[in-house]
């Protein structure tokens, strides 16, 4: 029968892996989470010698079941090309003894393409599988990756719409040139004056309301999404820590069976969940260290049991980590309080009606595994200007949080296992914060003259990504009060 997935909230209803992708969201609002997850069946010796499309299909046939082999690989096939600008998609480099997993080789140079090259290949043959005639509405809130990343997934795909909303003053302006610009008749891109946790409630609220639905059905329509909260997501993500692995074992750093740790910088929490799941899939993981910045809500979490998003919601040079509501912590506490749906539903009402819930000991105990971490904007800054100065490599806003982390955490443990640090965004997609982190800011020059100089002292080519944007003209200028959501996506569609 292959694996079912169901809601982190308690409704009974189970669904396939391809119904899960295509409704995003559990109708009562929680997340959809396998009902179990097997483990990988073949060794790590035999996986080391996969590339990485191979690598893929053995990892996501055992979480998407009721895909069969030829639809997989098609998709597979059609996400993982030469849009990456290497064959080998996630490239690695050792720096000052640690492994960065460079997950920004895609087309917008972001780890969010690892998931959003397959998601509309996955979608659409969702959508056929389970003869779905509505077109697919991909609502979506962006802290500034997944937005875009969607967008250039989804741009032009029959059958699919796609509306982004992003905060107006929350994210980086290369970041918010690359949506502006997006190209495509199915394409929609809203400003909100607000946060990323307003943008993600928003979308929720109009996911979860049953009249929209049936308004959206009667005139041919139905949502899906195209953030973590859904597990097409999910899946695609867990891929690169099976690779990431099976790289160092194939390079003799690591020997089968040997525990690596991994750092990731941490948001919505989607990255690190998927390290979850490779951990439960059978992949040594000894330890997740969850980076933070100043947003650390998740980094109180881990230390005290209780998740309070009582505070002032702080913007920094890692934006697409700023984040009060972790969405997919939901799914690590569902798992932890033992696969208990009533349990979790009762955390996640007290932290929509009182904004903080405490987890039991007996669930604490469950997250030994995990060592929560903050960096502030200096530790950010010195993080990549120390790495620059003394090895040459150059790492974003993102990946220097989870770097600093790092260093704070073998200081703490003196643990020397083999660690793996998840580099989620090219350095060109923040580029004043990161002149600025290297004592280079100059104000007099916009982001893109900026980049011109980065690339002078750091010799790396400024990625495609960034020069084809820099002369395009904007399609998108909408901005609307955080509580109009559902009124812009009326006007779009109808
Ligand atoms: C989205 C994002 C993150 C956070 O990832 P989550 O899965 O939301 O925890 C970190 N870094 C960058 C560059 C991102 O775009």
């Known amino acids: ?8 909230r308690g409704d009974k209803n189970k669904v396939t892996a391809s119904q899960a992708i295509l409704r995003g969201l559990a109708a009562d609002g929680g997340l959809f989470v396998p009902d179990s997850i097997p483990h990988l069946d073949k060794t790590l010796s035999e996986l080391k010698e996969l590339d990485y499309r191979d690598t893929a299909y053995e990892v996501m046939k055992l979480l998407l079941s009721d895909f069969t082999e030829e ?26 003894g640690a492994f960065y997993l460079e997950l920004y080789h895609g087309k917008t140079i972001a780890f969010k393409d690892m998931a959003l090259s397959i998601l509309p290949y996955l979608m659409t ?4 599988k389970n003869q779905i005639k509505n077109d697919i509405v991909i609502l979506t809130a962006t802290s500034g990756d997944t937005g875009k990343a969607a967008l250039a997934g989804f741009a032009n795909v029959p059958g699919t719409k796609i509306i982004v909303f992003y905060p107006k003053n929350g994210v980086s302006p290369i970041q918010e040139k690359q949506m502006v610009t997006q190209e495509g008749d199915n394409t929609c891109v809203i ?34 999404s195209a953030n973590s909260i859904n597990i097409g997501r999910l899946v695609p993500q867990i891929v690169y820590y099976v690779y990431a692995y099976t790289r160092l074992l194939k390079e003799g750093r690591i020997a089968e069976g040997d525990e690596i740790n991994v750092v990731v910088p941490t948001g919505n929490f989607g990255n690190i969940l998927a390290a979850y799941y490779a951990g439960k899939m059978g992949l040594p993981i000894k330890t997740f260290i969850c980076a933070s910045n100043s947003n650390k809500v998740l980094y109180d979490f881990f230390k005290t049991g209780a998740y309070d998003r009582n505070r002032d919601f702080v913007l920094t040079s890692s934006p697409s980590m700023d984040i009060l509501i972790s969405s997919n912590l939901e ?39 995990f060592y929560g971490g903050f960096a502030t904007e200096d530790e950010t800054a010195k993080a990549i200007a120390d790495l620059f100065e003394n090895t040459g490599y150059l790492i974003d806003t993102h990946t220097a949080v989870a770097s600093s982390v790092y260093g704070k955490y073998v200081k703490d443990t003196g643990d020397k296992t083999v660690t793996v640090i998840a580099s989620t965004a090219s350095p060109y997609k923040f580029t004043r914060s990161v002149m600025a982190a290297l004592g280079k800011n100059d104000e007099a ?3 893109f003259e900026l980049a011109d100089k980065l690339s002078e002292i750091s010799g790396v080519e400024i990625p495609e990504a960034v020069t084809s944007i820099r002369n395009a003209a904007v399609r998108h200028d909408k901005v609307v009060a955080k509580d109009a959501l559902a009124d812009a996506v009326r006007e779009f569609l109808f």
């Open 1 to 8: 029968m292959g694996v079912m997935y169901s809601s982190t």
């Open 71 to 96: 639809e997989l690989r098609y998709c597979i096939d059609h996400a993982y090309d030469s849009k990456f600008d290497t064959p080998e998609m996630a490239p690695m480099t050792e720096a000052e």
């Open 445 to 447: 020059l916009d982001d």
């Open 191 to 224: 400003g909100i004056e607000g946060n990323f946790d307003d943008a993600q409630t928003g979308v929720k609220k109009i996911f979860t309301d049953p009249d929209f639905a049936k308004e959206l059905d009667e005139k041919g329509f139905q949502f899906s």
């Open 331 to 369: 799914r690590l506490i569902y798992h932890i309080a033992g696969d208990d749906a009533d349990k979790n539903a009762d955390y996640m009402k007290k932290l929509t009606t009182e904004g903080k819930y405490e987890i039991n000991d007996a669930m604490a105990a469950k997250l030994s595994n």
């Open 125 to 128: 043959t969702a959508a056929k």
